[in-house]
């Protein structure tokens, strides 16, 4: 089978505007192939490449170095073959005209798509119920809130019928139902057309889990695991974790949990209370050891959770690093 999506040691630099002129690397040799009616993901922090790899595949950006294709075409010297076939749907962005309604916005979409008009006014109305839009087509979109513009984009994205669409953080901003009916939406639109292949990025990891049929971890440019969500679980090394919130007076650090025989690794949230703490522990045993040590430290336990590995625990036994480099977390 023929990859819908192919990319050869892709890589992007940039080099900085101010007097330095750094070169920062947001690709880095990266190889992925797409198969044909795959919902993929690229899960990543913030900051990991992953919207430069989507402009790469959808032609808006070149690459540095290496090559893309997409159904098949080259994305730098065939991208007018690619984009009559592709749509792209962004989170965040203000799309279309805040002057038009909804309907005056995507009918405008789909005639510089070249849809003929009865084509084009059966997928607006069937788009809008599927999203609950309907009842807002003849309203401005300035007058609409974030959630139900992303909505707009969203049918924006699917109006013209794809065969390979990209969505880069569509639920980025959104309120939990928001984010929850583009989520159920997406899911629909994939069960009802088999043979169409979507690219999904998000640093969403429960969204990557939920929809996804394969994830591609990102870190820093570089693809550090490609799999199933279950197949990725399955690389971690057999362990016990737990979440345990804590409450301390002063300063604390977990260095002292992670030399308690047993215990493999511990990571510290700060939290307006005090902590929490993910302990990874050779068995469940070992957990009696740390409460102790938290006892004779003055830490005092909130609340105890066992833990199901996630694809956080991956990430962070891929690189050694937490998902969000703004959390302010310790190590042991």
Known sequence: MEATIRTENLSRMYVTRDKARRRIVALNQVNLEVHPGELFGVLGPNGAGKTTLIKILTTLLTPSSGRAWVLGYDVERQYRRIRPFINMVSGGETSGYGLLTVYENLWMFAQFY????????????????????????????????????????????????????????????????????????????????????????????????????????????????????????????????????????????????????????????????????????EADEVLVRVLEALLQHQARVLSLEKRTPTLEDVFLHLVGETWDPDDQEQAA
């Open 114 to 281: 070249g849809l003929p008009t009865d084509v084009a006014r059966r997928r607006i109305h069937a788009l809008a119920e599927q999203v609950g839009l309907v009842d807002r087509l003849n309203t401005k979109v300035s007058e609409l809130s974030t959630g139900l513009r992303q909505k707009v984009n969203v049918v924006r994205g699917f109006l013209t019928d794809p065969l390979v669409l990209f969505l880069d953080e569509p639920t980025l901003g959104l309120d939990v139902q928001a984010a929850r009916d583009v989520r159920a939406f997406v899911k629909e639109w994939m069960a009802e057309h088999p043979n169409r292949t979507l690219v999904l990025t998000t640093h969403y990891m429960l969204e990557a889990e939920e929809l996804c049929d394969r994830i591609a971890i990102i870190h820093r440019g570089r693809i550090v695991a490609c799999d199933t969500p279950a197949a990725l679980k399955q690389r971690l090394p057999q362990q016990a974790s737990f979440r345990i919130e804590i409450a301390f007076q002063g300063e604390f650090s977990p260095a002292y949990l992670g030399n308690l025989p047993g215990v493999r690794r511990v990571w510290m949230r700060k939290t307006p209370r005090g902590a929490h703490l993910d302990v990874y522990l």
